[in-house]
């Protein structure tokens, strides 16, 4: 199947904002409307972390603690697209961020960390 195509990212100072953009590829192998959107992140050094995800429809978002207030996460189905609007940046954001489908139209768990659907993924640098 095919991929998510992740891109947005770029280096912003403390404080900053970015908005990232996840399309879902032509071949992506299910319906995107049909499933929820999770966005993910991962580090150097650490482990990927789930840090926002919204259901089908889009009427429902999770965010992690370490986001919440800050990140909002939105989706448009007629695009096949996903979004995270990132506000009040910290350096502890700096990551790869990629996006992955749910396990259902509203479930928020991704096997393997949606590892399978990750495009190439977009680097977010925060740092002064």
């Known amino acids: 199947h095919g991929h998510f195509v992740e891109f947005g990212g770029g280096l912003v100072q403390p404080g900053g904002s970015l908005r990232l953009s996840c399309v879902a590829s032509?071949?992506?192998?299910?319906?995107?409307?049909?499933?929820?959107a999770i966005w993910v992140r991962q580090a150097p050094g650490r482990d990927v972390e789930q840090v926002a995800g919204?259901?089908?429809?889009?009427?429902?978002?999770w965010y992690s603690d370490s986001v919440k207030g800050r990140f909002t996460i939105s989706r448009d189905n007629a695009k096949n697209t996903m979004y995270l609007q990132m506000n009040i940046l910290l350096p502890e954001d700096t990551a790869v961020y990629y996006c992955?489908?749910?396990?259902?139209?509203?479930?928020?768990?991704?096997?393997?960390?949606?590892?399978?659907?990750w495009g190439g993924g977009t680097q977010v640098t925060v740092s002064s």
């Open positions: 919204i259901n089908s429809d889009g009427t429902h978002q």
């Open positions: 992955t489908p749910g396990s259902g139209a509203n479930n928020y768990h991704a096997p393997n960390d949606g590892r399978d659907y």
């Open positions: 032509t071949d992506i192998g299910y319906p995107f409307g049909d499933y929820a």
